[in-house]
Nanobody, 115 residues
Framework: QMQVAESGGDLVQPGGSLRLSCSAS????????MEWYRQAPGEQRDLVAG???????SYADSVKGRFTISRDIRKNTVFLQMNSLKPEDTAVYYC?????????WGQGTQVTVSS
């Protein structure tokens, strides 16, 4: 069964940095498409960044140049490096894995950007 779990959320000052981790189960992690989403209370869940099975990355315009998605295949883990954080980045961040018709969401990790 394909399962994911996020970690690394924290309180950080504007302009600061944070790295989120998403650990995935499964024997074929290298074939997964992995994505990070975020959602603030009362708002929709938006795609932040993605990395596909061949390592191609994509980013939402709002985070381009500040966030970097990467993966460690040996550790079945995908990362989201967040730099130059802004208050509007505050949200629960979710990891999503997809392989063929299978989709799995993590439980989310809270990121708060505030002074």
């Amino acid at each position: 069964q394909m399962q994911v779990a996020e970690s690394g959320g924290d309180l950080v000052q504007p302009g600061g940095s944070l790295r989120l981790s998403c650990s995935a189960s499964g024997r074929i992690f290298s074939q997964y498409n992995m994505e990070w989403y975020r959602q603030a209370p009362g708002e929709q869940r938006d795609l932040v960044a993605g990395i596909n099975a061949i390592g191609r990355t994509s980013y939402a315009d709002s985070v381009k140049g500040r966030f970097t998605i990467s993966r460690d295949i040996r550790k079945n883990t995908v990362f989201l490096q967040m730099n130059s954080l802004k208050p509007e980045d505050t949200a629960v961040y979710y990891c999503k894995a997809r392989w063929r018709d299978y989709v799995s969401w993590g439980q989310g990790t809270q990121v708060t950007v505030s002074s």
